[in-house]
């Protein structure tokens, strides 16, 4: 059975897990789940400040502080996703071995726990949309019923990366530090703190072997832009989700045995 339907037909321990992590994350605080709203309204403020009064953005990329908080917020979701995913099993590891849980839940919670944390936050980018809306910066359009297919998608990818530095960092100590600079290389190297038409067309091509670049220009088109997703963006984005899927799955299934015993 693939990891992603056993995960599926475990969708309530998936859900338990996820609560935990909300509840685990927030436990203590006196804002507790406020913190959601509170910590990306703060980015945002930032940005707004910042390319305001300091720096000149693009003139076709205005108002920048909304193009780079789009960006930066679905980044947020990739690099927290893919970081807990790496240490989940060292982490659960007592509730593996005890337990006959399927070890695809881990990961899947890992993804979905900061998936919920993106949901929570995009009210604020919803609200920065339609403040933008009414001083006329931008015009927000039917392109944005977009967004939610492309963070579907998104979030297959990430869950069969999950997958894989999972469990690859059970056997090999050095997969947290080398999924930590690949991460920050990605960053750089992804269309979060700029616009794909910004790119030279010469090195569009392999900008584009990024797994996640074709996704952050669809977050830009939808989110800030407001046009139709390209067609072959769109084939893009589901290969890259389906071959994650595949390439997860294949190392997943060749080191599952062995989890419970090395976590």
């Not at 789940?33 to 003139?59: D, E, G, I, M």
């Not at 979905?112 to 009414?134: E, N, S």
């Not at 930590?180 to 700029?194: C, K, R």
Request: hydrophobic share 55%.
């Amino acid at each position: 059975m693939h990891p992603l339907r056993r995960a599926l037909s475990q969708r309530p321990l998936v859900l338990a897990l996820t609560r935990r992590e909300l509840s685990a994350r927030y436990r203590g605080g006196a804002l507790g789940f406020l913190w959601s709203f509170v910590n990306p309204l703060l980015l945002l403020l930032v940005y707004a400040t910042v390319f305001r009064l300091v720096f000149t953005p693009r003139a076709d990329v205005r108002p920048y502080a909304l193009f780079l908080f789009s960006g930066v917020l679905v980044w947020g979701f990739v690099s927290a996703a893919l970081h807990d995913a790496v240490e989940t099993f060292r982490a659960n590891g007592p509730l593996l071995r005890k337990t006959t849980v399927a070890p695809e839940v881990f990961p899947a919670a890992c993804v979905g726990a900061r998936l919920a944390h993106l949901l929570l936050a995009l009210p604020v980018l919803a609200g920065a949309i339609g403040w933008a809306a009414v001083r006329g910066s931008v015009r927000p359009g039917p392109a944005m019923l977009a967004f939610p297919l492309v963070l579907v998608l998104l979030a297959l990818t990430v869950f069969g990366l999950a997958l894989a530095v999972s469990a690859l960092a059970v056997h090999f100590g050095d997969v947290r530090d080398i999924v930590a600079n690949l991460l920050t290389l990605a960053f750089f190297l992804t269309p979060v703190l700029y616009p794909m038409s910004s790119v030279p067309e010469r090195f569009r091509p392999w900008l584009r072997a990024n797994p996640f670049a074709t996704f952050f220009s669809g977050v830009h088109d939808t989110l800030f832009f407001f046009r139709p997703i390209p067609a072959n963006d769109w084939a893009w984005m589901g290969g890259t989700a389906a071959v994650c899927l595949v390439a997860g799955a294949a190392i997943f299934e060749r080191l599952r045995d062995t989890l419970a015993e090395e976590a």
